[in-house]
């Protein structure tokens, strides 16, 4: 009788393979899930205490996922092997397996042990929520909210409990916070719903118009920390990032000094610069954003012809655009490295991974080494729906969602361009 290997050992064979492909492949996206420390979005590589809160329930659930995924996968390669089918291409049937029904001990086993283990997730989750909502003392209180598709930042220098007493600070795009301080957030949206999500410093928490949400962030070191909006909010979701810059103590103080200063009147030195502040007040621009000190309700005044705002908060306040590493809800570097080969030119300034770098001009200071990237700013001034997808014509009530074409000529923008570079 001629012996040619069984369909049912080959059907054996196929199905061990694929499991055992499946498993390793498994366990691979696994590990390589936790090795992927620097990448910008990781939520496995903790950075700040919140963050770690959060660590220390994944890690024991992965854990306890991971026995019950060898479990698992052993009894099913057990089970495809030991119980193949043992028919034959010649049809020599065996035995019909034994028939059972019912077992006790086991149906009860297998209720029971899933219960007890989702029981303790349940209960570690529900402290990790309860530590997250812990307030700590001595923190820094920050009001967050979100806009379509930028953040805007209110600090209570103070600690008056209120974001708009004199000191307090409003910036825009970039975070800067002091590192081993805790932060309390204050998360809120002026349009629709948003999520704040820095997952280096902690997980999520969504942005609801007229709603106010605790949050808190702590950075160990200082560092730039991204985040990405994680709630679809229209057309430029995918460009509404979010980083937080955390420095030293000290250089939080020099930080909050500066950003208390009304924006920089352009040195008579810089006369692209004055020029670009008499475009600013004269062009739409002032329609939208502030330059606190040069358009403000008290001071704008539209027969010296500086136009008052129209839609105040709507747009980033620019008072200090050129101490943020970025713009255009942080998509865009507004500061690169020098050039390694000529280090009189600048670097590539779409490198995301540098975070647009502002040296010291972060604290009102010589961005040197690194540089303004009048090209980009430029680029963006030209044309900002082509640069970020935005609903740049009014809609039925009148409103703009994002930054519209102003069809600036090419000189207006090289004199806002180094207008922004000198608010420092
Ligand atoms: Cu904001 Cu999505």
């Known amino acids: 009788m001629s012996r040619r290997p069984r369909r049912s050992v080959l059907i054996t064979i196929m199905q061990v393979v694929a499991l055992v492909g499946v498993g390793v492949l498994y366990v691979a996206l696994i590990i390589n899930s936790f090795q992927n420390g620097g990448k910008p979005l990781t939520t496995l590589t903790p950075q700040g ?13 992965f854990a306890v996922a991971g026995v019950v995924f060898v479990l698992v996968f052993a009894a099913v ?9 043992r028919h034959t291409d010649e049809g020599e049937d065996e035995e019909f397996p034994a028939q059972t029904h019912g077992n006790t001990v086991l149906e009860i086993g297998w209720t029971i042990l ?5 029981a303790a997730i349940a209960v570690g989750t529900v402290i990790t929520i309860i530590n997250l909502e812990k307030r700590e003392p001595d923190s820094l209180k920050v009001q967050v909210f979100g806009q379509q598709w930028w953040w805007g ?7 008056d409990g209120s974001f708009d007493s004199p000191g307090d600070i409003t910036t825009a795009t970039e975070m800067v916070i002091p590192a081993g301080r805790p932060v309390e957030l204050s998360i809120g949206s002026n349009d629709v719903i948003h999520s704040f999500w820095i997952p280096g410093l902690n997980g999520k928490k969504d942005a609801v118009p007229g709603e106010q949400h605790f949050w ?7 560092g730039v920390y991204r985040g990405q909006c994680t709630e679809y909010c229209g057309l430029s979701h995918a460009n509404m990032r979010m980083l937080v810059r955390a420095v030293t103590p000290d250089q939080y103080d020099a930080w909050v000094k500066n950003q208390q200063l009304p924006g920089r009147e352009p040195s008579a030195d810089n006369p692209d610069a004055v020029a670009g502040e008499a475009v600013f007040k004269a062009q739409l621009c002032s ?6 000190g040069v358009n403000d309700a008290k001071v704008a005044d539209p027969a010296k012809g500086v136009k008052s705002l129209l839609q105040s908060g709507v747009a980033p306040d620019l008072t200090h655009f050129a101490t943020r590493g970025t713009f255009a809800g942080s998509i865009f570097n507004s500061y690169t490295p020098q050039n390694p080969d000529d280090p009189s030119l600048p ?6 991974n540098l975070a647009g770098d502002p040296g010291n001009a972060l604290y009102g200071g010589d961005s040197t080494p690194y540089f303004f990237v009048k090209y980009t700013v430029g680029a963006w001034l030209r044309n900002p729906p082509a640069m970020k ?10 409103k703009l969602r994002g930054m519209p074409n102003l069809g600036l000529t090419e000189q207006q923008i090289s004199q806002l361009t180094a207008y922004l570079e000198s608010l420092k």
């Open 77 to 85: 390669l057990y089970i495809i092997v030991r119980f193949r089918s």
């Open 389 to 398: 997808p935005a609903y740049a014509k009014p809609d039925a009530d009148g």
């Open 216 to 222: 808190k962030i702590q950075a160990d070191e200082p």
């Open 347 to 352: 670097g590539n300034p779409a490198d995301v």
């Open 49 to 61: 205490p919140n963050a770690q809160t959060i660590q220390n329930l994944v890690i024991p659930v």
């Open 153 to 159: 930042y209110k600090y209570d220098v103070n600690n």
């Open 287 to 292: 329609s939208c954003h502030l330059v606190r």
């Open 114 to 118: 899933p219960a007890v283990i989702l």
